[in-house]
């Protein structure tokens, strides 16, 4: 590995030659995983991405006229004092807060390096034009801040509630009201039956980890989210699984009281919270009318609830 010091104004303008390329590639790589999600923020990238191919092609007329045709491969990772890029550009999907600082880094950098290699260099050809692209560097320094500072417009607002509420509230709200309703049934008719808290209390256990064992592995099975844009599957199978555990889990843990009766009492009003909950979730994020809304999530609570007493009495 080389020091910065040790390179000659051939190889300093190589660096920046390859530096640019670098940079005009990750930025097309950000323009592009942002496009479906972020579109304005993405077309922001693109002129970026077009401003490094022009450095690029006003290095490489430089060296042309003072070098010649050959350029030396020499990469960033080849000299000393270069920081390490974590490549977040090959995830996807991009997240944008990650993609903004990765921006603003990056940029900082490259200012830098045109700052310290004009003062360098001692051919003034060579200096204006570093010089000229510390300043335009400098403006996209800037740019990158703003991006990383600017709040998202109504479009890419409404956007961004969408894909929350496809890819977190609908798995979840699916995990929840499985969890709470169709835990109801063993929970309560154990409770009835064998009249103990512990037996209760474990059957309820048991029904709510296995039910989000189940509801998490048949979200992340029925869709690979590339069409419909609801995310990655595990991610949403680990929300479903997991809220569907809560849910169930809610109204178990009462039975750790060791008096049934008031164990099932307190039971009784935890399951009402939860649809309540549930209620004001589909109003809020699925636009559900809240009448509606209390009318189907109660109505299915209540018949499950009266199965589990009927079943545990009889």
């Not at 390179?7 to 930025?27: F, H, P, V």
């Not at 991006?147 to 509230?169: H, N, P, W």
Request: aromatic letters at 6%; proline letters at 3%; glycine letters at 8%.
């Amino acid at each position: 590995m080389r020091s910065f010091d040790s390179l000659s104004e051939r190889e300093i303008l190589a660096l920046a030659i390859t530096q640019e390329e670098e940079d005009a590639r990750i930025y097309d790589d950000f323009a592009d995983g942002l496009k479906e999600n972020h579109p304005e923020q993405s077309a922001k990238f693109a002129l970026m991405r077009q401003d490094e191919d022009l450095h690029r092609h006003r290095l490489l007329d430089l060296y042309r006229s003072r070098f010649g045709e050959h350029v030396p491969l020499i990469r960033r990772q080849d000299v000393k004092g270069f920081v390490r890029r974590r490549p977040v550009w090959l995830s996807r999907p991009l997240g944008l807060k990650a993609v903004q600082k990765a921006a603003e880094l990056m940029e900082i950098e490259t200012l830098r390096f045109y700052e310290v290699a004009a003062r360098r260099s001692s051919d003034a050809s060579i200096r204006q034009l570093l010089g000229d692209l510390a300043e335009e560097e400098r403006h996209h320094a800037h740019t990158a801040v703003q991006m990383a500072r600017t709040e998202l417009s109504e479009g890419e607002s409404a956007r961004q509630k969408r894909l929350f509420v496809l890819q977190v509230i609908q798995p979840g709200l699916a995990g929840l009201m499985d969890g709470s309703v169709s835990t109801l049934a063993p929970l309560f008719a154990a409770a009835f039956a064998t009249h103990s808290s512990t037996d209760a209390f474990r059957v309820g256990l048991a029904a709510s980890i296995g039910a989000g064992i189940s509801m998490g592995f048949a979200e992340a099975l029925s869709d690979d989210g590339s069409l419909t844009g609801r995310g990655h599957p595990w991610a949403r199978g680990t929300v479903c699984g997991l809220m569907t555990a809560i849910g169930g889990l809610g109204h178990s843990l009462p039975y750790l009281i060791r008096d049934v009766r008031t164990a099932t009492w307190i039971a009784v009003a935890v399951v009402i919270v939860e649809l309540g909950v549930i209620s004001w979730i589909r109003r809020k994020f699925m636009d559900t009318p809240l009448s509606s809304a209390i009318v189907q999530v109660v109505l299915g609570g209540l018949l499950v609830f009266a199965v589990g007493i009927l079943i545990g009495c009889s």
